[in-house]
C-alpha cells in the first residue's frame, strides 16, 4: 500500500526520546518546560507505573511526537528492568504500539471500510491506522481494489470526513503516458492550492489528465457547499473549469 507505514513509530520509539527527562532531574526548570503541555506530570506517572510493575523507578523518559505526549517509566524489579509506558495526556498505560491512534479514534475500521467504500468502487485489501503529519489527523488509510485499479482513502478517524483520496502511483503513470512532460510547469502542491483559492474547503482528490492535447488537473473539493471539481491548467495554473455535483 503506497501509504502504508508502521504505526507512529517516532511516537513510540521511546528509547530514543528527545526530551528525556531524568528522574533525579525532575524538579528541574527544563522538567517543567517539557511538561507543560501534558496533562499528568512526572509524578504522576511514575504512580501508574508502579501500580503496573512493583519495583523501583530509576528513569523517566518524556518524548512528544505530534500531540501527543508520553512518558516512559523504567522500573527496576526483581526480574530485571522493566519500561511502561504511559500517554501524558490520558494516564493510561500504552500496550501496543498502536494505542495512542486508537485512543484518538472515534470511528471503528468497519466504520472506515464502508465510508472508503462509498467513496470509491471495489474491495478493501487492507487498511492502516496512521497519524497524518500534514493536516495533524489520525486517519485511517484505506486501500481499495477494483478491476486491477488500486486507490488509496485516506479518511478523518475521529470525523469520518474523506480527506483525499489517490491512485496507485502505477495506475497514474499509464494514464499519464500521453501527456507530454514539457506541458506540465506546474505542481500538483500548487494547483491544490489554486482549488481552494476558488473553492473554499478541503482537497479529496487531484488527477492528473488531458484534454485535447491539454495537460490539467482535475482537483475534487469538499465544501459546506458540497463538492466541486475544479479544472486547473497544468500549464500555467488557469482555472479552466469549476463544476459543482448536483
Do not use: C
Not at 523507578?57 to 518524548?63: G, L, R
Not at 522500573?75 to 509506558?85: F, L, P, S
Not at 467513496?119 to 485489501?125: A, F, P, Q
Not at 488509496?152 to 470525523?159: F, L, P
Request: proline fraction near 0%; charge should be negative.
Amino acid at each position: 500500500m503506497k501509504f502504508k507505514a508502521t504505526v507512529l513509530a517516532g511516537a513510540i520509539a521511546f528509547g530514543s526520546a528527545a526530551y528525556g527527562v531524568h528522574a533525579m532531574g525532575a524538579n528541574s526548570e527544563e522538567a517543567n518546560k517539557n511538561t507543560q503541555s501534558a496533562k499528568i506530570s512526572i509524578d504522576e506517572a511514575k504512580s501508574i507505573a508502579l501500580k503496573e510493575v512493583d519495583g523501583k523507578v530509576i528513569d523517566v523518559d518524556q518524548d512528544q511526537e505530534g500531540p501527543y505526549v508520553v512518558y516512559e517509566v523504567e522500573v527496576q524489579t526483581q526480574n530485571g528492568e522493566k519500561d511502561i509506558e504511559i500517554n501524558g495526556q490520558t494516564g493510561k498505560v500504552l500496550k501496543d504500539d498502536d494505542d495512542l491512534l486508537k485512543e484518538q479514534a472515534k470511528i471503528t475500521t468497519q466504520e472506515a471500510e464502508t465510508i472508503a467504500l462509498g467513496k470509491v468502487s471495489g474491495e478493501m485489501t487492507d487498511l492502516d491506522l496512521d497519524y497524518d503529519d500534514r493536516t495533524a489527523k489520525v486517519v485511517y488509510e484505506v486501500e481499495v481494489t477494483h478491476n486491477g485499479l488500486e486507490q488509496d482513502v485516506k479518511i478523518d478517524a475521529v470525523t469520518g470526513d474523506v480527506l483525499h483520496v489517490q491512485k496507485d502511483d502505477d495506475d497514474d503513470d499509464r494514464d499519464d503516458d500521453n501527456i507530454k512532460s514539457s506541458q506540465v510547469k506546474v505542481t500538483e502542491q500548487k494547483a491544490e492550492g489554486i482549488a481552494l483559492k476558488e473553492v473554499d474547503g478541503e482537497v479529496v482528490s487531484i488527477e492528473l489528465d488531458e484534454d485535447d492535447g491539454i495537460a490539467l488537473y482535475e482537483v475534487e473539493v469538499q465544501s459546506n457547499k458540497g463538492e466541486a471539481e475544479v479544472t486547473v491548467s497544468a500549464t500555467n495554473g488557469d482555472v479552466l473549469e469549476v463544476e459543482w455535483d448536483d
